[in-house]
Every structure is written in structure tokens, then in C-alpha cells.
């Protein structure tokens, strides 16, 4: 589905694909598509339901926006991937990520698709750190966060403040390389640690984020420094895997 374009800042990075993975979320996306279309971004959009239990496919159905329906289950990580793969085959030239929880405002897509014209960055990652609020559930959530910042910006050799933000621009070839190789366990952090190593480039941009529509995060407060250390354990054996010299920056990509 095609929304209204305000096409003069996106048209330079090319066609433009919107994703956003859902798992039950048929409360927050008549708001979210609403807000989508009120933001003239120029972009198509594609909602991919990861096996959701609820109405969301119904609910996306009867608002007419186009649907990858997964046969189950998958998890996020697998998700996003199948919006990777949907933008090789559509020939597009960027995509933007954002949850389909309501958490990522659409109005604040602009800032990414700015941030992406200003750097040389082959992704652009939407930060709720850094911008006039932060929007952090609890404490111990922060201090796992940045705990977790502070680890991968070593490893990446730059630096990276919310790490686990799934408000993404994605340009071309970078998006070709994920949708074969995607980390699916952690993907946000891992993907960033991936993606140095592979020759990419990142960048963060602060934007505002917002309490989610519907549904509970996952994680909970002590589960966070759980979290935290599962992913730094995740990211050092990610060290071990050989660099894909096929789609290195610069590679062929065929």
C-alpha cells in the first residue's frame, strides 16, 4: 500500500519500503496506519504478522494494507528478515523499520530519513536517548541499556546509545546482506556488531519514543541484566564467525 508522498527528500534515496513486524497488535494498528498516512512519507508500506493469536490479520485486511502473513510464531528476528527479502524482490532501494506496538511514532520517521541524507550510513538508528525525553520503562531497564551500549560500542569500535531500538532506515545493499543473514536470537544488538564487521557503517539519530498501544514487553526488570549478559555472551561468539567476503561493503552481492 502507497501512501501520499512528500517526495522531495525521499525521492533521493530512492523507492522506499515501510515494515513493520506485528504480533498481536490488532488494538494499536488502525492508529498506527492512520498515523502512517498522515505523515505523507513517500513510502509503501507492509505489515508482516508473525503468527499473531488475535485479529491483527483481520484488522490489517480490512484497512487494505498489503500483508505478509508468517505460519507461525517466529519471532521478531524472522519477521524483520521477511521484510528484507520482500524489499530484494520489490527492487526497492531503503527501507524503515518500525514495531508495530505504537512505541515508534511515524511523524518521527522524518528525523531517520534526515539523518540518512546527512550521513554516510548504510543504517540509521532511530535513539530514544538523546532527544528533549527519554522514554525508559524502569531503572533497571536504563542501567541494563546502557550497560549493553557501553559493550557494543566497544566491539562495533563505535559508538551506539540505544542498542536495542528496532526504529531503523536500512539502505541498499545492507538490506540485501541482512535478508540472508539475520540474526535472529537478539537481533537489534547483534545486527549492529554484524554489520561493522561486514565493512557498514551506522549512525543514530535521537528521536521520540512513546509508551506502547497494547500488549507487555517480554522482558522484565531483572530480566534486563538476564538479557544483557545473554546478549554480551551472543555478541563475542558473533566474533568467531567469518566475515561473508561476498557481501562485504563493496562485494559483489550477486
Known sequence: MEFEPNATPVATLGR??????????ALSIPRLAEEIKDAHLGLD????????SDETVRVAQSL???LIDLPCNLG??????AGFQYAVNQ??????????DGQHPPSEIHKIIAGALDADADLVVGSR???EQTLVSTRMRYLGARALAGFLSVICQSK???????FWLVKKPLFSYFAREFPTDYPEPEALAILRRQGYAFTEVP?????????????KSWGTIYYALKVGLALVVDRLRPVNRRFAKGGSHD
Open 76 to 81: 521478531v528476528g524472522h519477521a524483520v528478515q
Open 64 to 66: 487494505g494494507l498489503s
Open 91 to 100: 527492487g526497492y532501494d531503503f527501507l524503515v523499520r518500525i514495531d508495530g
Open 129 to 131: 536517548f538523546g532527544g
Open 16 to 25: 522506499g519500503l515501510l515494515i513493520v513486524p506485528c504480533y498481536n497488535e
Open 207 to 219: 528521536v521520540q519514543f512513546r509508551v506502547r498501544e497494547a500488549g507487555e514487553s517480554s522482558i
Open 45 to 52: 508500506l507492509l505489515l508482516i504478522n508473525d503468527g499473531s
Open 160 to 166: 551506539i546509545s540505544d542498542p536495542t531500538s528496532g
